[in-house]
């Protein structure tokens, strides 16, 4: 049973499109992240969740929308695609002073 | 290694020998650090951790140290196997924002 869940895995998608990734945890975790990993290995903080609550938007362009309908899911809509956004998106959980758990990633790739 | 730049860092090592990752923190109040290994494909796993009261932490194979007037962690794999190639990053949790160093990607050769 997979303690951090994302889907989907790979999505590829035309400039200009909608998509959405969705992470699941079974973990109880209070917090939730959404990381952005380049192709130069630089996992840089997008944002985080705690109770459903956004605590941290780091400077990411207003395209990108998290939301979390519960403790356990915390979603990553992004509109209007630009090739830019071509990276892996990993969700991590953690609670407070543990490390934290993260997903196997999506890879998106905008063409 | 170390994570600065926009370069990943390699570190050859030959099976067998000891390895030494550094990095470089950048946040005075961070008071946990965490240690992760990223393998091809997959997501970060944890390694081993050490909070600010703490200067050194063991665990099996692996040794973390914290330096924290200069603001240095390094990680030590012993007897480095070929299952430990990999990239490593360093990350640092000040109020539960945990952010990552740029990785060092650490190749063991035969």
């Known amino acids: 049973d997979t303690a951090v869940s994302q889907t989907p895995k790979y999505l590829v998608t035309q400039m200009g499109n909608d998509k959405s990734i969705k992470c699941e945890q079974n973990?109880?975790?209070?917090?939730m992240y959404w990381y952005k990993q380049d192709s130069k290995k630089f996992l840089k903080i997008m944002f985080s969740y705690n109770n459903k609550e956004l605590i941290i938007n780091e400077t990411v362009p207003n395209r990108f929308s998290p939301k979390s309908p519960d403790k356990a899911h915390l979603n990553l809509h992004i509109n209007s695609l630009e090739l830019g956004d071509s990276a892996v998106y990993f969700c991590?959980?953690?609670?407070?002073?543990?490390?934290?758990?993260f997903g196997q990633g999506t890879r998106l790739t905008v063409v | 290694g170390e994570s600065v730049g926009l370069h990943l860092p390699t570190l050859s090592v030959q099976e067998g020998d000891n390895s030494i990752i550094n990095c470089a923190y950048s946040?005075?109040?961070?008071?946990?650090f965490i240690w992760y290994k990223q393998e091809s494909g997959k997501g970060p796993q944890f390694i081993i951790d050490i909070r600010s009261n703490m200067d050194k932490r063991q665990g099996q194979r692996v040794t973390v140290l914290l330096n924290k007037t200069v603001k240095h962690l390094s990680l030590q794999i012993a007897a480095t196997q070929p299952g430990d190639s990999a990239v490593y990053f360093c990350a640092e949790d000040s109020w539960g924002k945990l952010q990552f160093g740029a990785g060092t990607q650490v190749v063991v050769t035969p």
């Open positions: 991590a959980t953690k609670t407070v002073n543990t490390e934290a758990f």
């Open positions: 946040n005075s109040a961070s008071d946990y």
């Open positions: 973990l109880g975790h209070d917090t």
